[in-house]
């Protein structure tokens, strides 16, 4: 079965502080690996994706499979990052099932 | 394009009405998604659609019932609304291929007195 674990609910950092949003997974195939990211009373969208190894609004992803994790990482956190987080694994099989963390909520303070 | 759209977008409901709710999504998508936001929860997977015509049940299908009779809506009703089952609803589509994202709606927040 595939599992997402985001460990912390809550994550606090000053602005300029830099962020890890940590993300691990159980699976056993090749997985496809997803950050999506819902600002205050807004969609959830796609932030980044592994395949594509990315650099999105600073955030950067790495898929480390001997680790099972796909840490999300931003060098100096801004007021705007403020938002839940949530990492996602999607398999290959015969339709796109995707599991997604409980989520991360972010917390940039001024 | 105005991508995934869900309605309505808040709805209040006594226990044991009934109700749907509506997605549409204008992009051709194969694959279709109903999942329910609860804190502390994540997103939890309740029906799916991989095509027009079929349904499948996901993590949380009980008390729910989907529908898919055209390629661009995903219904998904209560037919007896309970309070376990207030929540936030968010619908997704996406394309077949597995590394392609899920586009989401807006959410309905639904809530059973």
């Known amino acids: 079965a595939q599992r997402v674990t985001q460990p912390e609910k809550l994550l606090s950092v000053f602005k300029g502080a830099p962020v890890e949003l940590k993300c691990n997974y159980s699976?056993?195939?090749?997985?496809?690996l997803f950050w999506y990211v819902q600002y205050s009373r807004q969609r959830l969208q796609l932030l980044l994706r592994h395949i594509s190894r990315e650099s999105i609004k600073g955030f950067t992803a790495d898929l480390n499979k001997g680790e099972t994790s796909f840490h999300l990482k931003k060098p100096f956190a801004q007021e705007e990052d403020s938002a839940m987080y949530y990492c996602a694994l999607s398999d290959s099989g015969g339709y796109q099932k995707v599991t997604f963390g409980i989520g991360t909520k972010l917390q940039v303070i001024p | 394009n105005a991508g995934v759209t869900q309605t309505p977008k808040f709805r209040v409901l006594k226990t044991g009405q009934s109700m749907t709710l509506l997605c549409a999504q204008d992009?051709?998508?194969?694959?279709m998604y109903w999942y329910r936001q609860d804190p502390g929860m994540g997103l939890r997977l309740i029906h799916y659609?991989?095509?027009?015509?079929?349904?499948a049940k996901g993590e949380v299908p009980d008390g729910y019932n989907v529908s898919r009779l055209k390629k661009q809506n995903f219904l998904l009703g209560l037919e007896s609304a309970a309070p376990s089952q207030t929540s936030v609803y968010f619908c997704a589509s996406s394309p077949r291929s597995s590394n392609q994202p899920q586009h989401f709606g807006d959410g309905t927040r639904l809530s059973i007195l």
């Open positions: 659609s991989v095509g027009e015509g079929t349904t």
């Open positions: 992009m051709n998508h194969e694959y």
């Open positions: 699976y056993s195939g090749s997985p496809e």
